[in-house]
């Protein structure tokens, strides 16, 4: 073994480097802050080893390799597209709805032009960015006026704020509910201002524990879906219909958050237990908001739907500023809303929709399409198979519904399959799967139809 200080003698300066032929055709491509940043990089790596008594490779060739794909590395985007074979439709950490192409054209669309974001085109003065959106949604739920803000937890913000700032806000014990990414009721309250009254117990809340804590400081009566959870055996909940009833005797409003909010009937295509919006409104609620981006399928937002009188008092709210949806969102959502006009379309068009409610044959055929491209020349790495599965929705709705589907399960012969997961999950593009039993579950329903041939390159890629 040489020494280490002949070895570290060998490994070039930076400015050899760039002054090279090759540092010339980097200089010229990337950034010149990217290329210094990789050849520092890399040589300190190198650097570093050698020192640890590591062996270092110090060919010419090897160097240049490494620093080119370090470049790579740096100038790559930090958040990217990834392929979603886990079959959790709404899958909050990899970026819940995709959108449809009328909402990504319409986004397009509005991102490079000047437009009448807050600007009335008929008297030639200020508006509301607000306006935009609200006949549509009037149209489709029923309800007599709306707003979208940023996300479904600003307008759960919003309400509380502005309705039941140092007053009560009635709840059942049984929605107390966290879903995720930190937003809990009981702690969304306290920001808000308003003070949590629960009633009830975990499992069962009466018409009267809701009735008995009325007071004169009672501000809003306050139903939660339960979101990702399920209370089964001795339970018992209020129905809407009932507290809007109660509500509307004592004159307090009554409010939904539905979470995931659905737009259309999902009984009509065999999914029980995601009552639709409209459905809601008619139960008599006074105020209902959900999420863009959960059932609906469309942008992040947070859509609030209501009485007129009750969506002018948030308006007025300073809040209002801070939680207001932004252009994009919006021109995706108006897309997205629009499309619902046409239901039958909609649930071909919308790919939440598509593939919550696509055929079973449909994935079947095209798990057998990601099975037949993989089971060419991949004889020996793996043992691959169809197998039935269920998937999920996800996004804290339907939390106990099965969507029955097809995965391609595949064994790897040569390899663990946690190292297979790890390598799909840091490829290119990037796959998520789950493990199941020693095997990776590839679920067909979340797999874009034109994510297949990317899909199985990655899958080759990882097996050998
Ligand atoms: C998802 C959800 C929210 C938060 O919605 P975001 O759009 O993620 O902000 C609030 N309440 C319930 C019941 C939910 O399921």
Same mark, same amino acid.
């Not at 863009?292 to 942008?299: F, I």
């Not at 329903?445 to 874009?448: A, M, S």
């Given at each position: 073994m040489q020494p280490k200080q002949k070895l570290l003698a060998e490994i070039p300066s930076v400015d050899e480097l760039l002054k090279s032929p090759y540092g010339a055709k980097w200089l010229e491509a990337y950034p010149r802050k990217t290329v210094i940043r990789a050849v520092r990089e890399t040589l300190d790596r190198k650097r570093k080893k050698i020192l640890a008594g590591q062996s270092a490779e110090l060919s010419g060739d090897e160097i240049t390799r490494s620093i080119e794909n370090k470049i790579k590395e740096l100038s790559a985007y930090k958040l990217k597209p990834l392929i979603?074979?886990?079959?959790?439709?709404?899958h909050t950490n990899l970026g819940r709805a995709v959108l449809s192409g009328r909402a990504i054209e319409n986004m397009k669309c509005l991102a490079g032009s000047y437009s009448n974001l807050e600007y009335e085109l008929l008297h030639g003065k200020r508006g509301k960015r607000y306006s935009h959106i609200k006949d549509i949604l009037r149209e489709l739920s029923g309800a007599e006026d709306a707003l979208v803000v940023n996300n479904n937890a600003a307008a759960v913000l919003l309400c509380l704020n502005t309705f039941a700032k140092d007053r009560e806000v009635v709840v059942s014990r049984g929605e107390l509910v966290e879903i995720g990414g930190s937003f809990r009721i009981p702690e969304v309250m306290r920001a808000s201002g308003a003070i949590l009254r629960e009633v009830g117990s975990t499992n069962k809340t009466h018409l009267t524990d809701y009735g008995n804590s009325l007071c004169g400081n009672t501000a809003l009566l306050l139903k939660v879906h339960q979101s990702n959870y399920k209370i089964t055996g001795f339970t018992d909940e209020v129905p809407l219909e009932e507290l809007a009833k109660l509500g509307r005797e004592y004159k307090i409003p009554v409010m939904a958050d539905l979470g995931s909010g659905c737009m259309i009937d999902f009984e009509k295509y065999g999914i029980h237990g995601e009552p639709s919006v409209q459905g809601i409104l008619k139960t008599g609620a006074d105020i209902v908001t959900f999420s863009?981006?959960? #059932? #609906?399928?469309?942008?992040q937002a947070g859509i609030i739907l209501g009485k007129e009188r009750f969506m002018q008092k948030l308006q007025k709210n300073p809040l209002l500023r801070a939680v207001r949806i932004d252009k994009l969102s919006l021109a995706a959502l108006e897309a997205t809303l629009m499309q619902y006009l046409d239901e039958e379309k909609a649930v071909k068009e919308i790919p939440t929709l598509r593939m919550l409610t696509q055929p079973i044959d449909e994935i079947k055929k095209r798990a057998r399409k990601i099975y037949n491209y993989l089971k060419k020349d991949t004889g020996s790495y793996a043992v691959i198979e169809i197998l039935k599965d269920q998937s999920r929705a996800g996004g804290g709705s339907l939390p106990e519904t099965d969507f029955p589907t097809f995965v391609v399960s595949i064994k790897p012969s040569k390899t663990s399959v946690n190292t297979l997961e790890k390598r799909l999950r840091e490829g290119a593009p990037p796959v998520i799967a789950r493990i199941k039993e020693d095997a990776l579950i590839i679920d067909a329903?979340?797999?874009?139809e034109r994510e297949v041939k990317d899909l199985v390159k990655c899958v080759k890629e990882a097996l050998s």
């Open positions: 979603n074979a886990t079959g959790v439709v709404i863009g981006d959960k #059932l #609906l399928g469309g942008p329903r979340t797999v874009g």
